[in-house]
C-alpha cells in the first residue's frame, strides 16, 4: 500500500500543481471538517474524491484505501452506538438489562463516522498528489522546525524498509511451512515481530554511519525543486475552498 501511494504521489495529473495550494486546501479542509457539522464534512469528502479522481487515480485504489479506516472507526462507532439502560429506543432484553441504542447514540456515531472519513480524505488526497519532499519544502518555508521535519522523512524512508524486510521473512516462513496452523502462525508472527526489530535496528545505525562518513551535521539538506503556480490551479483551489468555507457558514 505505501508502494501505490509513493507511485501515484510522483504519477498523477496534478503532480505539477504547486504543493503550498494542495496543502493549503488539505489543512483548511480537515480544519473546517474539525470544527463543523455533517455538511461540510460530506462536501469534503466529495471535493477530495473529484479532487483525486482528476490526478488520474484509479478509483478501486481510491475505494479500498476509504474501506481502510473502517476497521478502527466500527469498534468506537459501536461504543457510542450500543448502550444498556432504560433509554434505549430499539433493542432487546438481555436478563435483567435492555441492551440497544439510542437516537443520540446514532446520531452522535454518524457525525463522528462521516467526520473521520472526511479527515482521511483530506490527507489521501494529499498523500496520492503530492510527494513528502514537495510537503516537507513548503513546511521548511514556513518556519517548521527541522528536526521535525527530518524524523518525518526517516520515518517515512523505514516504512518502505519495514515492508520491504517484512514481506521477505513472511514470504521465508511461508516457504518453510510456518503458516499451515494457528499454532505456528502465532509463533512464526512472533519470530517476525523479534527480527524486523533487529533488523530495522542495524540498518538505522548503518544509515546513520553512512550519514556522518558523508559529512552529515544534524541537518539532513535536500535540494528544493521550483513549482510554477498556475491561474486555473489557483482559481479552483480557490473554488472549491471557498464552496467548503460557505458549506460551514451554513452549517452554523
Known sequence: MMLAFDFWAH???LRAVHPALKLAFAAVALGLVLT???AVALATILAAVVLVLAAGVPFCLLLRLLLLPFGFLLPGVLALVVTVGEAVTWGVQVAAWRVGVTDAGLN???VLGLRALAAVSCLYFLALTTPLPAVLGVL???GVPALPL???VLTYRYLFVLERVARGI???QAARGGYRSWRGRLYSLGLLAGQLFLVTY???QN???ALLARGYQDALLVPPREHQCSGAAVGGFAGLTALLVLVWLWGQ
Open 202 to 204: 542495524h540498518r538505522a
Open 140 to 142: 521548511r518555508r514556513v
Open 36 to 38: 463543523g457539522g455533517p
Open 108 to 110: 452522535q456515531a454518524y
Open 11 to 13: 504519477h498523477n495529473r
Open 207 to 209: 544509515l546513520y554511519t
Open 150 to 152: 527530518e524524523i518525518a
Open 170 to 172: 513472511c514470504l521465508a
